[in-house]
């Protein structure tokens, strides 16, 4: 989205409030105006100075600021969007029994526009059933409540409580901006695999054959699938050094061998497997033991040998009956046209020959697709289905994608 919006900046008393700087910080970079409405508590936490330098606007936690201005109204009602992060429980519980004992309840009580609560508190806080209701409530009243990171929290525990990076949050204001249903919790129960970004082939021990894919795509999918509900499990590749979705349990991998071993690995018994790396199609035949010296000839030609087609062996393994027959295989093409056909006929082509449900297809070439943060493209399916990926970010990408998705395991 391009225009710019009036976001309202929530931030309740949590240690993770510090990080609602580099989210405001985001918002405003992308031109957005932002108010920060931070509770009585956050203040104790990071300064209204600072939240009024990074906004670049007046900060008040009391409605009886301005009162002429009619701020506690007034801000909600223009609002575009409301992110609230961090979310703490009391902040939740407030919210969700109605109150407007500060600015910020008061503001989540008049917005109208798209709600985002961003959690972060102690592993026991957030498994208590008072908040586990708390978060249903709100869910079921359309705001989208994120699913916390899992990790080191304040003191020396670790568990599902921590703030989902800024970047992360971002991430999802931004799709809300763009789309304002794009996270319905439309895929709890559900197990998915998703594979992203590049690999790398050994050469020898300091070089490699590698591609230029970012891992933007296949990140955004399975860190919106595990806010839609499921539980995901990410194969990464190579990224351009991408945060750690919140809720995701990830493996990393660098070469196409690893890549294989670790799909299948975690595609024994899931509902849809979504291969979205950038898979290299052929490695070096040998790796040099030792470095490759440059001597002083033409260097050798390195020979090549072709790597399994992991998309093509995931459907090989469903009809042989090695794969639960219902998994959903989905795959991605990035394609040109040429003078045997256009973008969408080899795009049909592709999909025939590898057999999977849904093939996701990107036109690449003049900076499309790769290391970018938006795409266009088109959705094929196996049985004909043929739907335009508007242009838009990898996040709106991905939430078209698992609409298509969504729809095949409902059936
Ligand atoms: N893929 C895979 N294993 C490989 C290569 C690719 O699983 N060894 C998957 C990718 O993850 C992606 C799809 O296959 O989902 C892309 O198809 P691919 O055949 O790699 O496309 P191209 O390399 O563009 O194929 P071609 O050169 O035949 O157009």
Redesign the pocket.
């Known amino acids: 989205m391009t225009r710019s919006a009036r976001i309202v900046v929530g931030v309740s008393g949590g240690i993770a409030a510090y990080k609602s700087c580099a989210l405001i910080r985001s918002f405003t970079e992308s031109g957005h105006q932002v108010r920060v409405i931070p509770t009585p508590s956050a203040l104790e936490f990071v300064g209204r100075a600072t939240f009024e330098a990074l906004s670049g606007n007046p900060v008040h936690t009391g409605v009886f600021n301005d009162v002429p201005e009619v701020p506690h109204v007034r801000l909600g009602q223009e609002a575009d969007l409301v992110v609230v992060a961090p979310a703490t429980a009391d902040l939740m519980a407030r919210a969700t029994s109605g109150r407007a004992d500060d600015l910020l309840t008061a503001t989540l009580l008049t917005a109208r526009c798209p709600i985002l609560f961003a959690p972060a508190m102690h592993t026991e806080m957030w498994e208590h059933p008072a908040t586990v209701a708390n978060v249903k409530t709100l869910r079921d009243r359309g705001v989208t409540v994120l699913e916390p990171s899992a990790g080191r929290l304040t003191g020396k525990d670790t568990g599902p409580g921590r703030l989902p990076e800024p970047e992360e949050i971002f991430a999802f204001g931004s799709l809300l901006l763009e789309r304002s249903d794009a996270v319905p919790r439309d895929l709890e129960g559900k197990r998915i695999v998703v594979?992203a970004g590049g690999t790398r082939e050994a050469v020898d021990p300091v070089r490699f054959l590698g591609n230029r894919s970012s891992g933007k795509q296949g990140y955004a999918i399975a860190r919106l699938a595990a806010q839609r509900g499921a539980r995901v499990t990410l194969i990464s590749g190579i990224t351009s050094g991408l945060p750690i979705p919140a809720a995701v349990d990830v493996e990393h991998v660098q070469s196409?061998a690893q890549m294989k071993q670790a799909v299948f690995k975690h595609s024994i018994d899931v509902d849809a497997v979504i291969?979205?790396?950038?898979?290299?199609?052929f490695r070096p035949a040998e790796v040099a033991v030792a470095k490759i010296k440059k001597g002083a000839d033409e260097p050798e030609s390195i020979p090549l040998v072709r790597?399994?087609?992991?998309?093509?062996g995931l459907v090989q393994a469903r009809t042989s009956g090695e794969l639960p027959g219902e998994t959903v295989i989905v795959?991605?093409?990035?394609?040109t046209g040429d003078e045997n056909g256009s973008v969408l006929d080899?795009a049909r082509d592709?999909l025939s020959r590898?057999g999977c449900d849904l093939l996701v297809v990107n036109a690449v070439g003049d900076g499309k697709a790769f290391e970018v943060d938006h795409n266009d493209g088109w959705i094929l399916s196996n049985s004909g289905g043929e739907s335009a990926l508007e242009h838009g970010s990898k996040a709106l990408m991905a939430s078209r994608i698992l609409d298509e998705l969504g729809q095949l395991l409902r059936r």
Do not use: P, T
């Open positions: 594979s196409a291969m979205a790396a950038a898979v290299a199609d790597n399994d087609d992991i998309l093509k795959g991605f093409a990035a394609e080899h592709k590898k």
